[in-house]
């Protein structure tokens, strides 16, 4: 086995590789439900502490090395705007991001996480809880596991995700800010719901309060692994505050194997083809 995922996550509350335990038929049913319900899954505590630890070193270790860049984006994470459309539209309202990505290649193969995402009890697992008939890690050498890590000032505004689910893991929560906020269903495949979206990023540039248009907030903690079903709801992760890094991974997956990423994906978020 690639690493035993025993002594990388807390086995006792996610025996992920007992396919006939109860314990792990509940977690399963939970988790979907969650999803069903929300767009959003919890899993607490499911790495254990040295793991996080360890993966905290690495990442510090990684981070003279990491690609980090602001950019300037829509929420349909598209870098141009329409000018058809007038200026104020959702389609052409500017966010603005900033962050570090480690990506593949610079995480040790014998880390506590490379070997987690790298064992086929853990690619199960998700499958599982996505409720797939298959699902493969990207092969991608860049962008199939990576670190994120937002400095202060740094945070990803509101977007939709290109894919259709994410699978990331809180590593260290800053001392402020960096909250991950999301609109559930905000749109559906057939209504882009334009107003709410709009309605959304003017009142975040005017500091307005947002729960009142359906704004709710995901309390990750260190350890917590989140499954999110980002495509239809828009989402962000404010801006951190204090000296303290904020600094999640994200696993990726697909639905096919042998998935790369392209040339315009690997220089945005790698800032580099190989
Ligand atoms: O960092 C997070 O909590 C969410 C990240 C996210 O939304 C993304 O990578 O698309
Ligand atoms: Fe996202």
């Not at 709009?198 to 009142?212: N, P, T, W, Y």
Request: proline residues 4%; aromatic residues 8%; hydrophobic residues 35%.
């Amino acid at each position: 086995m690639a690493g035993d995922v025993r002594n990388i996550i807390n086995y006792q509350r996610y025996p992920i590789a007992e396919s006939k335990s109860h314990i792990l038929q509940e977690v399963i049913s939970r988790a979907r439900g969650e999803l069903n319900d929300n767009g959003i899954a919890l899993l607490r505590d499911f790495m254990l502490p040295w793991a996080i630890r360890q993966t905290i070193i690495d990442t510090e270790e990684a981070l003279p090395d990491a690609f980090c860049k602001a950019v300037d984006h829509t929420i349909y994470l598209e870098e141009c705007q329409d000018s058809v459309l007038e200026k104020d539209h959702a389609r052409n309202i500017l966010c603005r991001s900033s962050k570090c990505c480690i990506a593949h290649d610079q995480i040790k193969t014998n880390s506590p996480l490379n070997q987690l995402y790298m064992s086929s009890e853990m690619t199960n697992f998700v499958r599982l809880l996505l409720n797939k008939d298959a699902l493969y890690r990207t092969a991608d050498p860049l962008g199939a596991l990576s670190l994120q890590v937002y400095r202060k000032n740094d945070g990803l505004d509101w977007h939709f995700d290109r894919g259709e689910f994410a699978v990331t893991l809180l590593l260290q929560a800053p001392e402020g800010g960096g909250r991950f906020q999301y609109i559930p269903s905000t749109r559906s495949d057939g209504n882009e719901n334009y107003d709410l979206v709009k309605q959304v990023l003017l009142a975040s540039k005017a500091g307005k309060d947002l729960s009142a248009l359906g704004m709710k907030e995901a309390d990750l903690q260190p350890g917590t692994l989140v499954i999110f079903c980002g495509h239809n709801s828009m989402h962000r992760v404010t801006p951190i505050e204090g000296k303290k890094s904020r600094i999640i991974t994200v696993l990726s997956y697909e639905k096919r194997p042998d998935v790369y990423l392209n040339e315009y994906t690997r220089m945005k978020f790698c800032g580099r083809l190989k």
